[in-house]
């Protein structure tokens, strides 16, 4: 069954090409074991040679060393040549502040991409692999490209098995008494993939035993829906492509979708790297015009029917003086005028706990306004406010021993606030030094 299954996979969808040699990237798990047994026996009729890979993560200490000895006695008992390679991912993964899941794959496909290029390399994705992936993307909120699942092949890249379960792989391993090694990792539940594939696929299955099959046939689908739009797609961008701006002309008549990916090849041409959210920006400039902020620095700017991205002016930090003095007020006579200037910049001097002094924002900051509102994040507050991200880093607040009393541009803590029991206060008096 699975040699049937791989040859169709690879003769349905003319994975080989010109190609006649594969290197098969064996870990010493089940799924790769079966794929590279399953080419040799397949070479002849394929006219390929075969070859074996494996990257040593150094990760999981004596049984990393254990699998990378297996995979080489394996190539010597199958006679194929073998390569290997190792990178610290823990280091790398810390490093590059990223995922252990992601600093593996990272550094596994810059070692496999680096063998011969006259080669394809196959890996071991199964469906049961592709059926994991789409729901992995599906609770991270992707989109269709997300739902397509793992590609067939990708550059040099290919996935003979894409259309066996992970049951099919074991039962071919038994019938060809087939001996792999297991990574102990894959027990583990730390990870995100383990615990799809341990907790919710079960569950899936419940409902229908033969999920991989029908999200396999759902990926098609979405994968001939995400063809037509790019076909769409690259069609306008080669006209709209003009001196490194995107000319709008006829964008309107573009679906959303369309348009977005239009979008995406601009990100692309100009190396930036976009997600969603700054696609949102575009498409929202793209309609109604205006300017937007985008990674690397750069503003997108949307005039005359053109979009274009330049490098942001960077502003200024602002600073401020300080200075506080204390005055007494009378406040017994209600009908006296109580300017908001005075309102703002001023605390109730009786109400202060300890000595008043003045610092910066620091992380976990938060304010009480007034009697009545909650306490509230010193971001929450900057934004509310219109706060300029310039003049946030410096904005100066008085604080006591219990914790901001004032803070610039906002006022008082209720607690410290003026009434008209006041007696005594201090004025905060501030000036801006930089722009």
Known sequence: MI??????????????????????????????????????????????????????????GAEAERDEEFVRELCRKYDITFFSGSGDVPAFAKQNAMSMELAARKLRYEFLNGLCEDALIATAHTASDNLETVLFNLVRGTGLDGLCGIPLKRGRFIRPLIDCTREEIEDYCKENGLVFVTDSSNLSDEYTRNRIRHLIVPKLKEINPAVEAAVGRCCKNLREERQSQLCVAERYFETALKNGMLSLEGFDELSCAVAKRVLRMYCDTCSLDAEALHLERLYGICKNGGKCSMPNNLSAVCKDGVLSFETQEKEKDVEFLTEITQENVDFSNCSQKIHNLLLNNSVDCDKIIGKPYFRTRLPGDTFKLR?????????????????????????????????IIWIYRIGAAGRVS?????????????KKQGV
């Not at 090409?17 to 009729?45: F, M, P, T, W």
């Not at 009697?371 to 904005?395: A, Q, W």
């Open 3 to 60: 040699l049937k299954k791989v040859l169709n996979t690879i003769s349905s969808n003319s994975l080989l090409g010109e190609y006649k040699h594969i290197i098969v990237a064996c870990s010493g798990g089940a799924d790769s074991v079966a794929l590279l047994h399953s080419l040799i026996e397949l070479r002849d009729e394929l006219n390929i040679t075969v070859s074996a890979a494996h990257f040593n993560h150094l990760i999981r």
């Open 371 to 403: 009697k009545g509102s909650g306490t509230k994040t010193l971001k929450k507050l900057f934004n509310e406010f219109k706060i300029p991200i310039c003049e946030r880093k410096n904005l100066p607040l008085l604080c006591d021993e219990k914790g």
């Open 418 to 430: 003026l009434g008209h029991d006041t007696k005594k206060v201090i004025k905060i008096n501030v």
